[in-house]
């Protein structure tokens, strides 16, 4: 993957306010059997604020992406737009895009560790009996699914399409409009 500085830029901070701290930048990507998509970083040395996205060039319509999570398919490659909802059904853990989601490029693997320090975080602030337990389940079987010893599956919902998995292996599929209506745009969650 080649990249490329398109520009930076010093502007207000989104999250302290304060003018000309944050530094913008935005990149062009070409992702092999993707094409380009625009990376912006904000970042924000007064404040600490981080904030990625992943914004396809191109409008698509709405696309579900479904792939079997297996050992062979550890290293495909992910795009998940801001907008884009991912699921494992199997395991019951869904994250769904809210003010602060960020788009990312990555493989199956590193979805995987993004779900792993998801729950991590859930385990230190959840301190009942039952997410306690809820939360080590989810975090072993995703550890599984990384050493390559266990199947699932993985969706991403996306109602502007521009999200991808860059496999043969991977279905497209249209959203069903009642799927669409449900797709949420609040916080990020885990589910049980
Ligand atoms: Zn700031």
């Known amino acids: 993957m080649n990249d490329e500085t398109i520009s930076e830029m010093i502007i207000k ?22 094409g380009q998509v625009m990376e912006t970083t904000l970042l924000c040395p007064n404040c600490g604020f981080k904030h990625s996205d992943i914004i396809a ?30 699921i494992i059904p199997e395991i019951g853990i869904k994250v769904e895009p809210g003010p602060k989601s960020e788009g990312y490029v990555t493989n199956i ?27 080590k389940i989810a975090l072993n079987a995703l550890q599984e699914l990384k050493k390559g010893n266990e199947t699932a599956t993985l969706i991403i919902l996306d109602p502007f399409g521009q999200s991808n998995v860059v496999s043969e292996n991977a279905q497209v599929l249209e959203i069903p409009e009642d799927e669409l209506r449900d797709l949420k745009t609040g916080f990020s969650i885990i589910e049980e």
Do not use: W
Request: aromatic share 6%.
């Open 13 to 34: 901070c989104p999250a302290c306010g304060i003018e000309g701290v944050a530094k913008s930048i935005m990149k062009e990507l070409e992702i092999p059997h993707f």
């Open 57 to 86: 060039l191109e409008q698509n319509d709405p696309a579900k992406y479904v792939i079997e999570i297996n050992k062979n398919n550890l290293s495909v490659r992910v795009v998940r737009s801001q907008s884009a909802t991912v």
């Open 109 to 135: 693997e590193g979805v995987l560790s993004r779900f792993e320090d998801a729950v991590k975080k859930a385990l230190n602030l959840f301190e009942d009996d039952e997410s306690q337990k809820n939360a």
